[in-house]
């Protein structure tokens, strides 16, 4: 059993979250997870019921709002449900595989939210970061992900702000036009 708390709260009045899991999913994929304490074995009395008893690690990260479609993600490794569990409309099924589909996803969530709650969701993909690095995860696919869903809400945040361009769209133009042409 995993019991997680977050690292900004006051030690006597935190919320703690419990989750089970296997230790050894988590160990396999997180650098920095502290051991599990021993699984102690199962004990029957004398009117034969069974006491279990379930060793809990009690551990505090930087963002626990963000650690459940982590914790998903590390068990089916599916950037997809990643994306639908963290953002607030389901994104197209090819995002991560179609760089084009950025710029749309972004401006239907533009078109959809407010500025405020744009700035809301894209805490839970910073939160996402932070709880990463935290545990110190080196997986690409997740890397690629996050990566991708940051420029989604940069770009949803740069066109509901009224700007031209979404901000992928204004680094990509800027990237063509800084390649000198080619000499005949």
Known sequence: MLAVTNMQQPTNRRKVNLYPVHSLVLA????????FPPTPTISTDQQTHQVIKLPVLFITIPHPESFT???VYL???DPVKLAKDLMPLPPPMTLFEDSS?????ATNLAMTFTDGALLRFASLIH???RNVCAFSIDNDTLWTAIDTLWEVF???LTMSTGQRQPALAQSQQQAEDSIPPIAP
């Open 154 to 156: 940069i770009s949803a």
């Open 101 to 105: 589909q950025v710029v749309q996803y």
């Open 75 to 77: 068990y089916c490794k």
């Open 127 to 129: 939160g996402l970061w």
């Open 69 to 71: 479609a982590l914790l």
């Open 28 to 35: 396999a994929q997180c650098a920095k997870m502290p051991s």
